[in-house]
């Protein structure tokens, strides 16, 4: 007898803590929303949360932002990245990453995606060597972390500028070191489905004094920029500061009111987050049609979605699963519909950049699945939407085999 149908939402957030309620009602009750305008020795909530996003991904400067996409085209263009440039990147992410890239006038170079989900480091080699690119932007595409041992090394004999995209790896590490500290910068996303909640957000680490300088300016502080939190001293400024175009990417005081009580709360959340994986991930793995990307040791993941892929599916087996599990009230995405779905998309899905040929990427998607994970799910949840899963596949198959 097939179990209840799963009637929980994929979407359903935590409600926020009733900290940041109260903090962002202060900031409405002030009226002061633009992280500008504070009272004369008032620290604005934009600068407080840029130095206590600072102090826990230990890096020394921080730019909040209003989303995570700006953050990528404004690190882009404080690193030196120019118009008609070539820029490496993941074949498989989501489509704000090429369009980063796109947004500043630079062309895109898709690197092949591996079995595990990782950038394939020996094709980012050959394509370094034959694109000329002299930057990456690196996506931890769905909390997935590569070698970055071997990157960073890679990186460095190519004379590559890397930018971390850590969308989804806010709180990873390699090898102990926080995911965003390997590159030149790194750019975070705020966004409802992320890490950390505030609607739309994002924030910009980097060690790099000049690049930070160039960032905040860029961001919009006008000549403001010594009312922000973690930046560099004002005298770095000095020599960008009319150079430099303002593109008004600011983040609000009102959504880092929001996003400060969480990040204090953001260890419980990310411990939260693997227990649920971790549980979906055992039962989908002992089945023998599903594959689950491997994880090197190295690597301490935030399991804030999962990913699996089952290789003997065709493309209508693919969506027979798809219909399978809907019926059964679970919502995965899959990574090879011949056309986009929500958030959903693939490389030949973004014509606004050359095509190639990615013949290892399109293997890889043609039969990959994702699910997120929300905090509202309990373990209960897990183990019946694992098991819907799991029933909805040996129907799909079974119907296949006929």
């Known amino acids: 007898m097939r179990p209840p149908r799963f009637t929980g939402s994929f979407t359903q957030q935590l409600p926020l803590p009733e900290d940041a309620i109260a903090a962002a009602e202060a900031v409405m009750r002030s009226g002061r929303l633009h ?58 992410t989501l489509a704000p990453v090429p369009g980063a ?3 500043i006038g630079a062309v895109p170079v898709l690197v092949e995606t591996t079995d595990d989900l990782v950038i394939d480091l020996d094709d980012l080699s050959s394509k370094a060597t034959a694109s000329g690119a002299t930057a990456l932007l690196l ?71 000049e690049l930070m300088a160039r960032a905040v300016l860029l961001s919009g502080s006008y000549m403001l920029y010594e009312r922000h939190g973690a930046a560099p001293a004002a005298e770095i400024f000095a020599g960008l500061r009319l150079d430099t175009p303002n593109m008004s990417a600011r983040m609000d005081n009102l959504r ?25 991930a055992a039962r989908l793995a002992a089945h023998p049609a599903v594959r689950m990307p491997q994880r090197p040791p190295q690597e301490s993941y935030v399991g804030s979605s999962i990913q699996f892929r089952v290789p003997a ?18 919502e995965l995405k899959w990574f090879g519909a011949a056309e986009p779905v929500g958030f959903t998309s693939a490389h030949s899905s973004w014509r606004y950049i050359a ?8 293997r890889v998607l043609a039969t990959l699945f994702d699910m997120r994970i929300p905090l509202t799910f309990t373990l ?16 799909t198959l079974a119907e296949g085999a006929r």
């Open 101 to 103: 890239i796109a947004a």
């Open 355 to 362: 095509q190639h040929e990615l013949p290892q990427t399109e």
């Open 256 to 280: 880092a009111a929001l996003l400060r009580p969480q990040l204090a709360r953001i260890e419980d959340a990310l411990a939260g987050w693997n227990v649920r994986h971790d549980h979906l």
């Open 313 to 330: 599916l065709s493309a209508a087996g693919c969506t027979a699963l798809l219909s399978a599990a809907a019926e059964r009230g679970v």
């Open 139 to 209: 996506s931890h595409m769905r909390g997935h972390i590569c070698d970055m041992d071997k990157l960073t090394a890679l990186a460095s004999a190519h004379g590559l500028r890397v930018i971390e995209d850590c969308a989804h790896t806010m709180g990873a590490r390699w090898n102990g070191g926080r995911s965003g500290a390997f590159g030149l910068a790194a750019c975070f996303s705020t966004q409802t489905y992320k890490h950390l909640n505030s609607g739309e957000g994002g924030l910009l680490t980097t060690d790099d004094a």
């Open 380 to 395: 209960d949840d897990c183990e019946l939407i694992a098991t819907h899963i799991l029933g909805a596949l040996d129907e």
């Open 35 to 92: 992280r500008y305008n504070v009272a004369a020795g008032e620290v604005s909530e934009a600068a407080r949360l840029e130095e206590a996003f600072a102090r826990w991904q230990g890096a020394r400067y921080c730019l909040a932002l209003a989303s995570g996409g700006q953050a990528m085209q404004i690190a882009l263009r404080a690193a030196g990245v120019g118009p008609g440039e070539r820029v490496l990147t993941n074949a498989f």
